[in-house]
């Protein structure tokens, strides 16, 4: 069935994607392939053939739990719409049945331990980057895009640390390098290359080690600004714990009929 599609657009859930302009970058030919929660990214029905990917979670797809099905499928006109892939990346997530999506066409895919040879230890791969690994593998005829792709944090979406968002965004960029597959927008150019183009009589490891002592030195700047921060914010901090802390004896509800209720 993917092999039939001349692009697989894989679409981040990230501010940085423009719907609309990517829609019409793409041919009828194309597969958009979107990410759980879509209505964070879509706010009208997307006209264009469309997969949605949904994750397994210990209690099963989010979407399911949350009876959030009929919210994000809405978005999928069905002429256009190949179902939905329900998967999973580690044991202690769960798929659900295809009766879970209401009548929605449903595979499954288990890739439990498809990236444990390489991936960091005690981190769990994105949804995103596994896809785009196992879709490469399958040596399809189409191109693979990542569009939206960039672990930025943003007011409306979190870089949840389950995730090694650094070591995905370079193996991504070193893919993209391979010609694996292509990121949206020239995000796999590497500026440094031109730098060391510009100094040609200097080593490249010369340039990486000049490069590295930059970021440590701007990292060391900003954990001190962080600790000061930190400082600024214990009381807030110290506060806001204790007032967790007392939250459950302020919801605790009588149930009804029970001794003393007026």
Same mark, same amino acid.
């Given at each position: 069935?993917?092999?039939?599609?001349?692009?697989?657009?894989?679409?981040?859930?990230?501010?940085?994607?423009?719907?609309?302009?990517?829609?019409?970058?793409?041919?009828?030919?194309?597969?958009?392939?979107?990410?759980?929660?879509?209505?964070?990214?879509?706010?009208?029905?997307?006209?264009?053939?469309?997969?949605?990917?949904?994750?397994?979670?210990?209690?099963?797809?989010?979407?399911?739990?949350?009876?959030?099905?009929?919210?994000?499928?809405?978005?999928?006109?069905?002429?256009?719409?190949?179902?939905?892939?329900?998967?999973?990346?580690?044991?202690?997530?769960?798929?659900?049945?295809?009766?879970?999506?209401?009548?929605?066409?449903?595979?499954?895919?288990?890739?439990?331990?498809?990236?444990?040879?390489?991936? %960091?230890?005690?981190?769990?791969? $994105?949804?995103? +980057?596994?896809?785009? /690994?196992?879709?490469?593998? #399958? &040596?399809?005829?189409? @191109?693979?895009?990542?569009?939206?792709?960039?672990?930025?944090?943003?007011?409306?979406?979190?870089?949840?640390?389950?995730?090694?968002?650094?070591?995905?965004?370079?193996?991504?960029?070193?893919?993209?390098?391979?010609?694996?597959?292509?990121?949206?927008?020239?995000?796999?150019?590497?500026?440094?290359?031109?730098?060391?183009?510009?100094?040609?009589?200097?080593?490249?490891?010369?340039?990486?080690?000049?490069?590295?002592?930059?970021?440590?030195?701007?990292?060391?700047?900003?954990?001190?600004?962080?600790?000061?921060?930190?400082?600024? %914010?214990?009381?807030?901090?110290? $506060?806001?714990? +204790?007032?967790?802390? /007392?939250?459950?004896?302020? #919801? &605790?509800?009588?149930? @009804?009929?029970?001794?003393?209720?007026?």
């Amino acid at each position: 069935m993917l092999a039939g599609f001349s692009h697989i657009v894989l679409v981040a859930n990230s501010d940085t994607v423009d719907i609309a302009g990517l829609r019409t970058q793409f041919p009828q030919t194309a597969l958009f392939v979107f990410f759980n929660k879509v209505y964070k990214v879509l706010d009208r029905p997307f006209h264009g053939h469309s997969l949605l990917i949904s994750r397994g979670q210990p209690r099963g797809a989010n979407i399911v739990y949350r009876g959030e099905v009929g919210e994000v499928v809405k978005f999928f006109p069905k002429d256009e719409f190949v179902g939905i892939l329900n998967i999973r990346l580690g044991p202690e997530e769960k798929l659900n049945p295809a009766t879970d999506f209401q009548g929605a066409p449903t595979g499954h895919l288990d890739l439990v331990g498809f990236c444990s040879d390489f991936y %960091t230890e005690g981190k769990t791969p $994105t949804s995103g +980057f596994a896809l785009a /690994l196992w879709l490469s593998d #399958l &040596k399809l005829p189409g @191109k693979i895009v990542l569009a939206g792709f960039s672990a930025r944090r943003s007011q409306k979406w979190r870089v949840v640390s389950a995730h090694d968002w650094s070591f995905e965004q370079t193996f991504l960029r070193l893919f993209a390098r391979l010609g694996k597959i292509t990121i949206h927008g020239g995000v796999s150019l590497n500026p440094y290359i031109k730098l060391a183009e510009r100094f040609s009589e200097i080593p490249s490891a010369e340039i990486s080690l000049a490069a590295a002592e930059v970021l440590s030195e701007r990292l060391g700047n900003t954990d001190a600004e962080v600790d000061k921060l930190i400082s600024l %914010t214990n009381v807030i901090r110290s $506060t806001d714990l +204790f007032l967790r802390r /007392l939250r459950p004896k302020f #919801l &605790k509800r009588k149930p @009804k009929g029970s001794p003393g209720e007026q």
